[in-house]
């Protein structure tokens, strides 16, 4: 806060302090947070009443919000000189300057406590990606190592585990009773200087298409949000827990008053999970979608103005094909809940188990219908338990991919060390566009294709930046 002068201040009189202590409590009264910088005074009106102050809520939640420090050991970059033994002969470099070295670094950032029975602590994946050592530090002085749970790296989740002993919670909360404007408080520790508090509002609601996390339905608020806040709480005016801050719009490397955080909703299903499973069992419908335009509107015979997604595509063998929908339906709602936004359905969709039933009202030549679905495995884990592709691609996890140009194909995700496909040449990232010629962009192509011929599978794949076929035999 910037004071002003002190000669501005000794020319105040009596009144002109009474009429601005009584200002300033009609402003807090109203929900601002901050008096003047003039009115470094104590925080009582004309009467000598106490205003209202935040105090009493940080007193509740700010124990339960934790600062978490990592370390991370890797490996040091060797300038490839020192492997060769002519350069080292040369210059009479010393035996062992060519081992590798390693590092040690250390980075901070925030946690909130969401069970002080079993002591669960929630903060970011990224907080906590590849850490060797994993510590808290509470409000009270303590510092707990911490065991890493299990994380869901889509939505930016991890879950922690430490002494639960002499703890303090915050309640995960419905974030859907959130509103643009409500008051919010978050709490974390920027730059690793310690826990501290900032206020704001909420700007926004169910933010997409930022490229942050795979899955984002974002709370935007004005409330300080900096480098170390990541897996701090964000909480209402009544101390609960509406999300978990993780990332900030920052041009100039600061904040500027746009902060996001996931909302207690997906944060919530992601830690179910975590805790029943140890990881996320995400579900898909198999489909293709965009967002339905007026001109889409207009061709399907519908509403300019209708709200929601067109399905462009049904994978074979996918829940949706099972269930019945059909390339042009117009999914309106899921559960009752409406769907406006191709990022509304994958979120709605993502935060469902596998196995989950539901209802998708889809149009229809012109009529509502709604489809009963159960929610099915990811296409990746369906290619990767499908062995009879073809014997040179055992071992090789397939998910199929549609790019914004309109390319399609087969990405290889992960290839299993010492299998056919690894050595077959294949690696993870390849992406597969054709087999024997045809195109491939499902896994149905991929076996039909590969059919042709039992002893040689040709592809043609798109590796980095560049396209080459490869002979399987």
């Not at 601005?20 to 003047?36: D, E, H, I, M, R």
């Not at 510092?143 to 790296?153: N, R, V, W, Y």
């Not at 002993?165 to 995960?172: D, R, S, Y």
């Not at 062995?387 to 309109?406: E, M, R, Y």
Request: aromatic content about 4%; some cysteine.
């Amino acid at each position: 806060m910037r004071l002003a002068p002190a000669s501005f201040l000794k020319t105040l009189t009596a009144t002109h302090i009474s009429k601005t202590l009584k200002s300033c409590a009609v402003a807090l009264l109203l929900g601002c947070t901050t008096l003047p910088a003039y009115a470094a005074l104590p925080l009582v009106d004309g009467d000598g009443k106490p205003v209202p102050s935040l105090a009493p809520i940080l007193k509740q939640v700010s124990p339960a919000v934790v600062n978490i420090s990592t370390f991370t050991t890797r490996p040091v970059q060797q300038n490839p000189l020192l492997n060769d033994p002519v350069f080292r002969h040369f210059f009479n470099v010393p035996p062992g300057a060519n081992q590798p070295k390693q590092r040690r670094t250390q980075a901070a950032g925030s946690g909130v406590i969401i069970d002080i029975a079993k002591g669960t602590v929630v903060t970011n994946h990224h907080v906590v990606d590849g850490a060797d050592e994993i510590n808290v530090g509470l409000q009270d002085g303590r510092s707990l190592k911490a065991t890493l749970i299990g994380s869901d790296p889509e939505v930016d989740i991890a879950v922690l585990k430490i002494e639960p002993k002499n703890l303090a919670a915050l309640k995960l909360v419905d974030s859907d009773n959130a509103q643009v404007g409500d008051f919010v408080i978050a709490i974390g520790n920027p730059f690793g200087l310690g826990q501290t508090v900032t206020t704001g509002v909420v700007s926004a609601l169910g933010r997409t298409g930022l490229g942050i996390e795979g899955y984002e339905n974002f709370i935007q608020t004005d409330a300080s949000i900096n480098p170390g806040n990541s897996g701090g709480a964000l909480v209402n005016l009544r101390g609960e827990l509406i999300g978990i801050n993780t990332a900030i719009i920052a041009p100039g490397g600061g904040n500027v008053g746009i902060g996001f955080a996931i909302p207690a909703d997906m944060v919530r299903n992601s830690i179910d999970q975590i805790l029943k499973f140890g990881e996320v069992k995400r579900g898909q419908l198999g489909v293709v979608i965009q967002d339905l335009t007026p001109e889409l509107a207009d061709a399907f015979g519908i509403d300019r103005n209708q709200r929601g997604v067109a399905i462009a595509e049904v994978q074979t063998g996918s829940a949706a094909e099972k269930a019945g929908l059909l390339a042009g339906d117009v999914v309106v709602s899921v559960d009752g809940k409406p769907i406006e936004t191709a990022a509304s359905l994958r979120n709605e969709i993502g935060g469902r188990r596998i196995g989950d039933g539901i209802k998708v009202t889809v149009l229809r030549g012109g009529k509502t219908r709604v489809v009963p679905v159960k929610v099915g495995i990811p296409a990746a884990e369906v290619a990767a338990s499908s062995n009879d592709v073809h014997p040179f691609l055992k071992g090789a996890k397939l998910q199929a991919i549609s790019g914004q140009g309109g390319e399609r194909g087969l990405k290889i995700t992960e290839i299993a060390s010492g299998s056919p496909a690894e050595g077959a040449g294949l690696s993870a990232g390849d992406i597969i566009v054709e087999a024997n010629q045809l195109p491939v962009a499902s896994v149905d192509d991929l076996k039909k294709a590969a059919k042709v011929s039992a002893q040689r599978l040709l592809l043609r794949i798109i590796r980095g930046n560049a396209a080459l076929f490869l002979v399987l035999q």
